[in-house]
């Protein structure tokens, strides 16, 4: 059998794809596990929900964790192993959310920025100020979210690295695949790009890339360039280290708004620069045309004026002094330039005085304009450009997954630092991207192992309910009644397993008390011993023949198998069982009968039976527990055994009987636990009892020992059910205990009875 198990495993683990294994119950309670021990909410469960679709990471609630199987990350890695530390990275985050994260803080400083002010509350420029008295506040909310959830994400996965150091190393990994994602490309090859090619880089966008990257992951992208820019961000870093190394939350986002507001007054001065930049451009474009225009009308008047322009000149110098000085030369261009009758001179005069009246115009206009800056419409628009280029960036850097305020608020913070407390590199303050040591090779074997056998369990218990509806259909031709009956093999719910959780242990005392008082009968059994001192026997036993009383014979007694046995348990889940303790004592009956089996290996099978609500007829039989299911939750499964509806005795009776009937086992044993008052629709008390008498007789036949027990004042009912009216070689047994506390051992007894 083991053979064939393990074969079945190995068939099972090589036709699993990776999208099963990491949704089996397996692995989400592996998930679980991690959560349990990271989070220490030994009180509260976080359950973890993984899925294939769509194109979210994760996203946490504080009481669920998802993880989204389809995202870039996890489709990426080339092997399962690499896809399990990615998970398991990306968990270790949302946990690192649940425990450092003042949601309710973060949502103060969002909702304070749309209303044109930041809190904390800092002493933030003047740049800034006139954004807020303009409205502007929430133009930048997007990328103050993006800062601040890289400030958060930069705390929190270093703090949960260095709390779990040992599954941190996934974290490790997800973090470098994701800053490998958006490349590290340093400011200084941008630059050297840019020259080549001759173009301008978006410093806006360069800061804000370096600013992010370094929060978010602790990595310097300038390399050896010293400017305006790079000092610039040199200065935020400090602000950026202080954040991400306080773990009080509220001086942590005083640093993010120091940063908040150094980024807008380099914007605001970036957007200016851009600004003067274009009307430097510009301007030589708007001189060029008045120059082109002037000349024309220059070479007009020269071609009137031609004749004139030699007796000009020879008056003009006749009138200048050769013994002149340069002042006096100088004063005579002046007399020169105003004498409107000289054709030349006329020329140089008009461009002069067009050439002056350009440069008032401009200086006056650039005047006005350094007065009053730009217009309000003009740096809205300017703003608006350099938000939307901007909006990739903070898409791309911005966490990619989703939370959502927990119920329960974070650990308290404390005003003290990681450095403090004596951080390693070991323990991630070192987040080098180029270092390509992935974490330790785990070995997933033996999870592997249990997705395979609860993929098996779940084949397997496709094959009972198949083989209880065939099972079923068999019933139906021996009875005259042909209602249908609904099989389902449920899984156990909190209130069974809570159940099951408060009483186990006392029920398995029970159980193995029982089982250790048949050990040493069996053992005797199996082993085979010799009786001496008899007086009579087949072998005379030579060492006792002095004794007077003559018991000198001895006999040996051969070694004997423990009987092939088979047991079913059959327990009403009717109405009237909600009376008194009737259905809670039933249930630990069923359990310690399920319990005892397993303890001596013998297969044991329990089921409920009820009806429908509507229209009565169909008898509901409910599988809780099967010897050949592999899911280990049968024990958990019996406490889902609770008061329904009606009952047809004989129909669950006659459905149990007919399972064991195909049984190989030499000894079969029906136990029935009722309280002996079938009632449905058209079957009432007296034809209920004819039918279970028809049965039980039938099936008594057949090799099957049907035993039934009365339950305090019930007693009498199933007497009459099962006992009264019938010969005593087809009745069944009956059990009279009234005390109910002593049901349970009595079931247990009446098994090792028959087992010796």
């Known amino acids: 059998m083991a053979k064939v198990l393990r074969r079945l495993l190995n068939e099972a683990k090589d036709k699993m794809t990776d999208e099963e294994f990491f949704t089996t119950k397996v692995m989400k309670l592996h998930f679980e596990s991690i959560i349990e021990g990271v989070c220490k909410t030994f009180k509260r469960h976080i359950e973890v929900q993984i899925i294939n679709y769509g194109s979210s990471v994760a996203c946490t609630n504080g009481d669920m964790i998802t993880v989204n199987l389809n995202n870039d990350w996890i489709k990426s890695q080339p092997t399962r192993l ?3 530390y990615i998970i398991v990275g990306i968990i270790l985050h949302e ?9 309710k803080l973060m949502e103060k400083c969002f909702d304070a920025l749309v209303h044109n002010r930041l809190f904390p509350i800092i002493d933030y420029s003047e740049t800034l100020a006139e954004c807020f008295d303009e409205n502007m506040g929430r133009r930048f909310l997007k990328v103050y979210q993006t800062l601040d959830n890289c400030v958060e994400d930069g705390h929190i996965e270093k703090r949960v690295i260095r709390h779990v ?29 840019a020259k080549e090619t001759g173009s301008d880089i978006d410093r806006i966008g360069c800061v804000i890339k370096l600013v992010l990257i370094y929060a978010k992951f602790g990595v310097d992208n300038v390399g050896d360039v010293s400017d305006d820019l790079t000092k610039l961000f040199y200065r935020m870093t400090s602000h950026i280290d202080a954040a991400v190394n306080t773990n009080n939350s509220a001086a ?7 940063i908040f507001d150094m980024l807008i007054d380099f914007i605001s001065d970036e957007i200016e620069r851009l600004k003067e930049k274009e009307k430097e451009e510009e301007k030589p474009k708007e001189e060029e045309e008045p120059e082109k225009s002037s000349e024309d009308e220059d070479e007009e008047k020269d071609d009137e004026e031609e004749s004139e322009e030699s007796p000009s000149e020879e008056d003009d110098t006749s009138e200048t002094d050769d013994d002149s000085s340069e002042e006096g030369e100088e004063s005579g261009t002046d007399e020169k330039m105003d004498d409107s009758d000289s054709p030349s001179i006329s020329e140089e005069g008009t461009d002069s005085e067009e050439d002056d009246d350009f440069e008032d115009e401009s200086t006056t206009s650039e005047a006005e304009e350094s007065e009053s800056g730009m217009s309000k419409e003009e740096k809205e628009k300017a703003l608006e450009e350099v938000l939307s280029s901007l909006g990739e960036i903070c898409d791309d850097m911005s966490d990619k997954t989703e939370h959502s305020d927990p119920m329960t608020s974070p650990v308290s913070d404390e005003d003290e630092d990681f450095e403090a407390e004596g951080t390693t590199p070991e323990e991630g303050a070192d987040f080098n991207p180029t270092n ?28 009972i309910v198949k083989a209880m509806t065939r099972n079923a259909d068999d019933t139906r031709k021996g009875r005259t009644d042909k209602f249908p009956s609904i099989q389902k093999y449920v899984e156990p719910d909190d209130e069974a397993i809570e159940m099951f959780d408060r009483e186990h242990e006392e029920l398995d005392r029970i159980a193995r008390r029982v089982k250790k008082n048949l050990d040493k009968v069996i053992k005797e059994r199996q082993k085979g011993d010799r009786l001496n001192g008899l007086y009579t026997g087949k072998q005379l036993d030579s060492a006792h023949t002095y004794r007077k009383d003559k018991r000198i014979f001895t006999n040996k007694v051969l070694p004997e198998d423990i009987p092939d046995m088979e047991v079913c348990v059959l327990v009403d889940c009717s109405g009237s069982m909600c009376c008194g303790s009737h259905m809670d004592q039933s249930r630990k009956c069923a359990y310690i009968t399920w319990k005892f089996c397993q303890f001596m290996e013998i297969p044991c099978s329990v089921y409920g039976h009820t009806t429908d609500a509507y229209p009565e007829k169909h008898v509901v039989m409910t599988c809780v527990a099967h010897p050949d299911n592999l899911d280990k939750d049968d024990e958990k499964r019996i406490f889902m055994l609770r008061p329904e509806y009606d009952n047809r005795d004989g129909w669950a009776v006659n459905f149990c009987a007919e399972a064991l009937s195909k049984s190989s086992a030499t000894s079969k044993m029906l136990l029935i636990i009722s309280d002996g008052l079938p009632a449905a629709v058209g079957y009432g008390e007296a034809l209920g009892k004819r039918d279970c008498q028809e049965v039980v007789k039938r099936y008594k036949k057949k090799g099957i020992s049907v035993i039934t027990a009365g339950i305090d004042d019930c007693a009498k009912d199933i007497k009459s059910l099962y006992v009264d009216g019938i010969a005593p070689k087809d009745a069944a047994k009956f059990l009279d205990y009234s005390d109910m506390t002593q049901l349970p051992k009595a079931f247990a007894t009446i098994i090792k009875k028959e087992l010796l």
């Open 82 to 84: 690499d896809k399990y």
């Open 95 to 103: 946990c690192g959310h649940i425990l450092y994260t003042d949601f």
């Open 165 to 193: 150091p040992g599954y941190g190393e996934c974290l490790l990994k997800a973090r470098k695949l994701h800053l490998a994602d958006e490349g590290i490309q340093t400011y200084e090859s941008l630059l050297q790009e």
């Open 252 to 258: 942590r986002k005083k640093e993010v708004n120091i």
């Open 436 to 463: 390509e040591e992935g974490p330790e090779e785990w070995d997933l074997s033996y999870l592997e192992d249990c997705a395979a056998e609860e993929e098996i369990a779940i084949a397997t218990k496709k094959n």
